[in-house]
């Protein structure tokens, strides 16, 4: 495959957006993850002419009576994104005092910054699946896109969508689980569709397992209904146990060990524990384990509990020693009555 690269006026990329003739093609990108303080950086970088790296684009629809086509921006979005913002002086972008807003330039400054040359590589007319294909790989560097972000450039099908749905429930934001960063990189999309694929099969490496999930059920996911309905219940539980805002749980690997373990608990087992009988106990393994100091050795269990929750949490047998651990200490909350078929 042959690109061509060129330079394009910045003013005529900003009003090919404003007219849609451009197209950001959202679904394409990673949410917009740049900082005000990354966006403002970046700002500084082309108001004093230097140059940055080339975008992305390819040709969309042609109208053949008019003659009239779009095109989509496949990798740049954040760029000229901030540049828009900055030209129409978007409620979304602080300035500090040392970057004037675009109205306060003087007129040679405007002109500068309308006639700034933005490398662009043209990819011409190609299908949806390829443009899905050179992003990820444009984007399959350290410093570029995290694993769910270029899933989400991949996958755009049921159980994706089902993910997103799941990550916006109350649950996660009453009790504060996903910071705004954590949105921004889809951190709360792989917590969630990490927990769901979880809860249908067992502990797994990673995000390993994510990648078939998403191929799996891109057409359909047939369980969602399901999954909803119990992980529902397990939220509403959850709830029941009134854990303080500050308690280690809502901590990300040990809300999803908890999260995983109830469901087993409330879905697959024989009878649901009291929760008067479950939360003192939960609430106090969670203390002693916030409280723990790494040189004791007086309770080996706890000690690696603790050692599971800040180191590789990710890991397969992190996970399934978390979920051991607290898998115990709701049976014997119940009285060591407690069997999970």
Known sequence: MRTTATNRKLRTLLTGIRSGALIPRPEFQRRLVWSNRHKVAF??????????????????????ETGEGTEMLVDGQQRITTLYQYFHASSELKLPAEIPPYSNLSEDAKMAFLEYDVVVRDLGPMGIPEIKEIFTRINSTNYALNAMEIQNARF?????????????????ERHRVFSAADIRRMHDLRFVL?????????????????????????????ERERVTQELTC???????????????????????ST???????????TRVPEAEAVAPELKKFFARVESINESDEADSELLAYYKASIQATNDRSSRITRGAIIQRVIREASGGQLTVL
Do not use: C, M, Q
């Open 194 to 222: 990490t927990l769901v694929v979880t809860i249908l099969s067992t502990y797994f490496n990673r995000d390993d397992e994510l990648d078939a999930y998403l191929a799996r059920f891109n057409d359909e996911f047939s």
């Open 43 to 64: 700002i500084g970088t082309v108001l004093d002419a230097y140059p940055f790296p080339e975008i992305y684009i390819a040709a969309g629809h042609v109208d053949s």
């Open 156 to 172: 755009e099908g049921d159980f994706k969508k089902f993910g997103e749905t799941l990550a916006e429930n109350p649950f996660f």
């Open 234 to 256: 397990v939220f509403a539980y959850v709830d029941s146990l009134d854990f303080d805002l500050r308690s280690r749980v809502w901590r990300k690997p040990d809300l999803f």
């Open 259 to 269: 999260l995983v373990e109830l469901h087993r608990v409330l879905v697959k087992g």
